[in-house]
T-cell receptor
Framework: DAKTTQPPSMDCAEGRAANLPCNHSTISGNEYVYWYRQIHSQGPQYIIHGLKNNETNEMASLIITEDRKSSTLILPHATLRDTAVYYC???????????????FGTGTLLAVQP | SAVISQKPSRDICQRGTSLTIQCQVDSQVTMMFWYRQQPGQSLTLIATANQGSEATYESGFVIDKFPISRPNLTFSTLTVSNMSPEDSSIYLC???????????????FGPGTRLTVL
């Protein structure tokens, strides 16, 4: 799977939008971009994923550049409970295949400040 | 989504002993995985648990140290054998490919088992 690069940490004020960047310059055409987060002492939680179009769900928005070499996860109104490590992962999706495994990088620690 | 439980939630073990961690899912899943998270680190994939056959291990992990069983589509175990303090970590079970769903896209994680080896 392609490697991703994320800043090690970011701060955000409560109520403001949190924009978390991710570089994946070696991404292949059949690799998706996934975002997970891990709140302290819990298992990782799925947030969102996309291939090339921007995506939005109840948790966040995912903006993928046209060349797909980078993406941004947007939490529109960050709360204190959004403080977590956010992982950007790229992977192939093969239905039933072993390549479904997720390989985690080091992630970004987002600290939401009151 | 899938509800995943792990037993035990935490344990303190002596050097040289073994611990078996159980992972139970509330629905049938195609894929089950085991991860390790060492203190202050990211998650590292140990292996993919295959039903009815030997697990597929990632580089740096071997069956003798981390034997895995997967007898059916809802259950798996990971054993940490001959433990040393370096094995102190959180061990997480993860699943994807829920039966009847389209969720090969999503991978769900259990709460983890916190292991301390003295």
């Amino acid at each position: 799977d392609a490697k991703t690069t994320q800043p090690p940490s970011m701060d955000c004020a409560e109520g403001r939008a949190a924009n978390l960047p991710c570089n994946h310059s070696t991404i292949s055409g059949n690799e998706y971009v996934y975002w997970y987060r891990q709140i302290h002492s819990q298992g990782p939680q799925y947030i969102i994923h996309g291939l090339k179009n921007n995506e939005t769900n109840e948790m966040a928005s995912l903006i993928i550049t046209e060349d797909r070499k980078s993406s941004t996860l947007i939490l529109p109104h960050a709360t204190l409970r959004d403080t977590a490590v956010y992982y950007c992962i790229v992977r192939v999706v093969n239905y039933g295949g072993a390549t479904n495994k997720l390989i985690f990088g080091t992630g970004t620690l987002l600290a939401v400040q009151p | 989504s899938a509800v995943i439980s792990q037993k035990p939630s935490r344990d303190i073990c002596q050097r040289g002993t073994s611990l078996t961690i159980q992972c139970q899912v509330d629905s049938q899943v195609t894929m089950m995985f085991w991860y390790r998270q060492q203190p202050g680190q990211s998650l590292t994939l140990i292996a993919t648990a295959n039903q009815g056959s030997e697990a597929t291990y990632e580089s740096g992990f071997v069956i003798d140290k981390f034997p895995i069983s997967r007898p059916n589509l809802t259950f798996s175990t990971l054993t940490v054998s001959n433990m040393s303090p370096e094995d102190s970590s959180i061990y997480l079970c993860s699943v994807s490919g829920l039966a009847g769903g389209s969720s090969y896209n999503e991978q769900f994680f259990g709460p983890g088992t916190r292991l301390t080896v003295l």
